[in-house]
């Protein structure tokens, strides 16, 4: 299996080039997948105070450094704040109690989870982040969901440019306009959902005639996909064979018309579930 690349991030740490997506993996399932997943070789791995397996996700990363003699510094844990602490003060806290569940040392990657524009407290949530890093409760600090606007107002706030945008994104929703305004300001995305879910496009043509061209399968092709725009996918399986299938595309590269061809497949109604970040509140 080829080496995962590395991102470079705005504040001067890296990210690795591909995640683990643990939504909505709870208990032993959970932890037992991310021990899995870590043995598959990843070394990104995602999760959310609204997950619900904080606990699980650092218990499965904890047995695996332990039972491998991985340093810590080698494996990128991230979680995110839910809308319901996006007061300062209960941000702070909620970081803390996420150091606490996870019990990893200082959380390498914490992210807003969605910007909640109506309840309209992210400028709050986003000093706190900036604060939380600080301190070094947070190595390294972003956001999820956000828009160009949001974006543009957390920077303009603070001073501080959030380093990573966690966003829905596969060939039917590729944000070709907000990955642009990413680039321009040295934001890495990721990309959750990067597959489609039960709407992954593995039946088009597009994604078929690839998969057949370089002998790989439709979902290979579309991390692939991913990673030649530049982005940061999460997927997600708690099937070890799925896991390293997943992981399994550094090897092969799409041509020029192959990734037009995908791209040609998104659709601005293409949300999965109609997300649309300058409406949706998630507390």
Request: glycine fraction near 8%.
């Amino acid at each position: 299996m080829a080496q995962i690349p590395w991102h470079e991030l705005n504040d001067g740490h890296h990210i690795p080039g591909i995640g683990f997506g643990t939504y909505p993996m709870k208990g032993d399932e959970c932890a037992s997948a991310v021990k899995q997943a870590l043995e598959a070789g990843y070394r990104l791995i995602d999760s959310a105070v609204n997950y619900g397996n904080e606990v699980e996700v650092g218990q499965g990363i904890r047995e695996y450094l332990h039972q491998t003699g991985t340093p810590r510094s080698e494996v990128t844990v991230q979680t995110k704040l839910p809308g319901r602490h996006h007061d300062f003060e209960a941000a702070i806290g909620s970081a803390q109690e996420s150091f606490d569940k996870l019990q990893l040392g200082a959380i390498d990657v914490l992210l807003i989870h969605w910007p909640n524009p109506l309840t309209n407290k992210f400028r709050d949530a986003w000093r706190a982040l900036v604060e939380l890093r600080e301190r070094g409760v947070v190595r390294t600090i972003g956001v999820s969901n956000f828009t160009e606007e949001h974006l543009q107002i957390v920077s303009d706030d603070t001073g501080v440019v959030p380093a990573i945008n966690q966003v829905e994104l596969h060939p039917y929703f590729n944000q070709a306009a907000l990955r642009t305004f990413h680039d321009e300001a040295g934001i890495v995305t990721q990309s959750w959902s990067p597959l489609g879910k039960r709407q992954a496009p593995y039946g088009e043509e597009a994604v078929v005639s690839a998969a057949q061209a370089h002998g790989v399968t439709p979902a290979q092709v579309i991390l692939r996909w991913q990673v030649q725009l530049g982005n940061v996918p999460l997927p997600k399986s708690a099937t070890p064979s799925r896991q390293a299938e997943n992981l399994n595309i550094f090897n092969f590269e799409l041509t020029a018309p192959q990734m037009a061809a995908i791209n040609a497949l998104t659709n601005p109604d293409g949300r999965l579930f109609g997300g649309d970040p300058t409406t949706h509140e998630e507390m």
